[in-house]
């Protein structure tokens, strides 16, 4: 069990929605989309000419266009390590958690690996339109698992409000 905490607790009447870390992963992948966007619009997709590193080191000699490429690598492997911890910390967890959170994690992590594997392919084979279509697919289609994952964590009552909580008076 997780402790006080029990995320199956459901309000009756909800006075408020947290935020929850689920909800973060979703603010993260929201601004990680919008770098790789920014660097697929300025055109420094092959800014850093090898993947994983970039010319050849962990952190190069910065410009613009450098910057842009290594900074959406670097969130793109925060992102992967959140998956991660997600994925662990659910298995760990199961007992406490709804049960179909574990598979999802698990979902998120292989679309996560998936797309640090088209990421690098992106590099790799020069932009290929195919490859850079199916990592921009991929994307999109992580952030909406993290949704439907956010989503179907909220409180009930966020949804339907019963009868006497006072919302519609």
């Known amino acids: 069990m997780l402790g006080p905490f029990d995320p199956r607790q459901r309000s009756q009447c909800p006075s408020s929605v947290d935020f929850s870390p689920r909800s973060a992963d979703e603010v993260f992948t929201l601004f990680l989309m919008a770098v790789g966007s920014a660097t697929r619009v300025m055109d420094t997709g092959l800014a850093c000419p090898d993947w994983p590193l970039c010319f050849g080191t962990l952190v190069p000699q ?24 997600f994925a662990g910390l659910s298995a760990a967890w199961r ?57 179907a964590w909220l409180p009930l009552g966020v949804w339907v409000v019963p009868v006497g909580c006072g919302l519609l008076h």
């Open 95 to 151: 007992q406490g958690l709804f049960p179909w959170v574990p598979y999802a994690a698990g979902a998120a992590l292989c679309l996560v690996i998936l797309q640090g594997i088209l990421g690098g392919l992106t590099v790799t084979e020069l932009l290929r339109f195919e490859i850079v279509t199916a990592h921009l697919g991929t994307g999109l289609f992580f952030f909406c698992l993290l949704t439907a994952i956010t989503l």
């Open 62 to 85: 910065m410009d613009l266009q450098i910057f842009l490429e290594w900074f959406h690598r670097l969130l793109a492997t925060s992102l992967g390590l959140m998956a991660i911890a």
